[in-house]
């Protein structure tokens, strides 16, 4: 089974503060996505990768960066954490398919990171 | 640029009662379309897809759903729900190489017994 975990479900940080949010996939996918979830807005794309040290910008990218170092992990990262980013975050992968475009990849999803910025 | 309604933010069912969740997209030409469940505390998993072909499709759990082209939808549907369906669901549209998935905003399914 394809594995996606994220490092914390629960993290409570204040404002102002750096904050990093981990992820790791074990099935040496090479796309990699992160999505915050809040109620009545479904799931939106903040930033994701095709391959290591790539990185393309999704729906909602201000305020985030993200690093790929390394294939299986995938970081994203709040600068200055503003209260407006408390949210629930996910990251998935999926494997590249050699002709197949992207959108037809089945997403792989951990578990979530709640965060709360205070 | 495609995007997806499901008008029904929550729905409550009873157990063993049917279901459809219904879903709407936005997009020219033929969509890929995704259902994914979230239970309480989990990550998305994957339910059942449409890319192309018979406009009827099986999915894990029980669960079908309905591309009807004429009407842009792509409906969720289970003859008799069970309590442990009880959770959110979000449909999701790709489209066009190299693009990703657009989600819509989730329905909250309720189970009562």
């Known amino acids: 089974d394809v594995k996606v975990t994220q490092s914390s479900r629960y993290l409570v940080k204040r404002t102002g503060e750096k904050v990093f949010l981990e992820c790791v996939q074990d099935?040496?996918?090479?796309?990699m996505f992160w999505y915050r979830q809040d109620p009545g807005l479904g799931l939106r794309l903040i930033y994701f990768?095709?391959?290591?040290?790539?990185?393309e910008k999704g729906d909602i990218p201000e305020g985030y960066s993200v690093s790929r170092e390394k294939k299986e992990r995938f970081s994203l990262i709040l600068e200055s954490a503003s209260t407006n980013q408390t949210s629930m975050y996910l990251c998935?992968?999926?494997?590249?398919?050699?002709?197949?475009?992207?959108?037809?990849?089945?997403?792989?999803f951990g578990a979530g990171t709640r965060l709360s910025v205070l | 640029a495609q995007s997806v309604t499901q008008p029904d933010i929550h729905i409550t069912v009873s157990e063993g009662a049917s279901l459809e969740l219904r879903c709407n997209y936005s997009?020219?030409?033929?969509?890929?379309l995704f259902w994914y469940v979230q239970s309480p505390g989990q990550g998305l998993q994957l339910l059942l897809k449409?890319?192309?072909?018979?406009?009827l499709v099986q999915g894990i759990k029980g669960f079908e759903a309905e591309f009807k082209r004429s009407q842009s939808s792509f409906n969720l549907r289970k003859p008799s729900v069970h309590w442990s369906d009880a959770a959110e669901y979000f449909c999701?549209?790709?489209?066009?190489?190299?693009?990703?998935?657009?989600f819509g905003a989730g329905t909250i399914l309720r189970v009562k017994s």
């Open positions: 998935a992968s999926t494997q590249r398919v050699p002709g197949q475009v992207l959108a037809k990849n089945i997403q792989y």
């Open positions: 099935m040496d996918h090479e796309n």
């Open positions: 990768s095709y391959d290591v040290k790539m990185k």
């Open positions: 997009y020219g030409a033929t969509p890929y």
């Open positions: 449409y890319f192309s072909g018979d406009t």
């Open positions: 999701a549209v790709g489209a066009g190489y190299g693009n990703k998935l657009v």
